[in-house]
T-cell receptor, first 111, second 113 residues
Framework: KNQVEQSPQSLIILEGKNCTLQ??????????LRWYKQDTGRGPVSLTI?????NTKSNGRYTATLDADTKQSSLHITASQLSDSASYIC??????????FGTGTRLKVLA | DVKVTQSSRYLVKRTGEKVFLECVQD?????MFWYRQDPGLGLRLIYF???????EKGDIPEGYSVSREKKERFSLILESASTNQTSMYLC????????????FGPGTRLTVT
């Protein structure tokens, strides 16, 4: 069964600290993996996309990694800000219309 | 910028009512999707449309129907709302199949009492 699992479910960090969110997937065939940020009461917004051949992709303070062999991805947030408080969702595409969503990690950044 | 809009941000309906949720995208995207999002379950696909008048069932289509009469507009219909359909409903669009980026609307929080 195609699945995307994320950990931790929730995380609280102090402003300025770094953190890493994890995503493990069992999706086949694999087309790409995206990380989305979803602010409370809003729709998700794409942060990064990674294909099979990519190991690392950065978008400002967000850096995603992908290990296609172990089927793991991580999203690293550097020097966190209060505005980083949101849910982060890992989504894997089969390459058709099928997108497999993780349940998300809820991040809270405290001042 | 791609814009996906949804007709309502918040909606309260009574059990048994017929409910229409509308979604409009302005980027000429072929694909449009309706998801529901519940705590701890992630986004689940209700219906998908890859062209005008074409639709495919997703993972949880029971109790829902859809309509796509124009390329830019995709409607979700709850024929007879029930309390277990209380949820956040998200519409998305993408250019083509093949894992293209999905652009999401702001969501409609529907409460059925």
């Amino acid at each position: 069964k195609n699945q995307v699992e994320q950990s931790p479910q929730s995380l609280i960090i102090l402003e300025g600290k770094n953190c890493t969110l994890q995503c493990n997937y069992t999706v086949s065939p694999f087309s790409n993996l995206r990380w989305y940020k979803q602010d409370t009461g809003r729709g998700p917004v794409s942060l990064t996309i990674m294909t099979f051949s990519e190991n690392t992709k950065s978008n400002g303070r967000y850096t995603a990694t992908l290990d296609a062999d172990t089927k793991q991805s991580s999203l690293h947030i550097t020097a966190s800000q209060l505005s980083d408080s949101a849910s982060y969702i890992c989504v894997v595409s089969e390459g058709t219309y099928k997108y497999i969503f993780g349940t998300g990690t809820r991040l809270k950044v405290l001042a | 910028d791609v814009k996906v809009t949804q007709s309502s941000r918040y909606l309260v309906k009574r059990t048994g009512e017929k409910v229409f949720l509308e979604c409009v995208q302005d980027m000429d995207h072929e694909n449009m999707f309706w998801y529901r999002q519940d705590p701890g379950l992630g986004l689940r696909l209700i219906y998908f449309s890859y062209d005008v008048k074409m639709k495919e069932k997703g993972d949880i289509p029971e109790g829902y129907s859809v309509s796509r009469e124009k390329k830019e507009r995709f409607s979700l219909i709850l024929e007879s709302a029930s309390t277990n359909q209380t949820s956040m409903y998200l519409c998305a669009s993408s250019l083509l199949q093949g894992g293209y980026e999905q652009y999401f609307g702001p969501g409609t929080r529907l409460t059925v009492t």
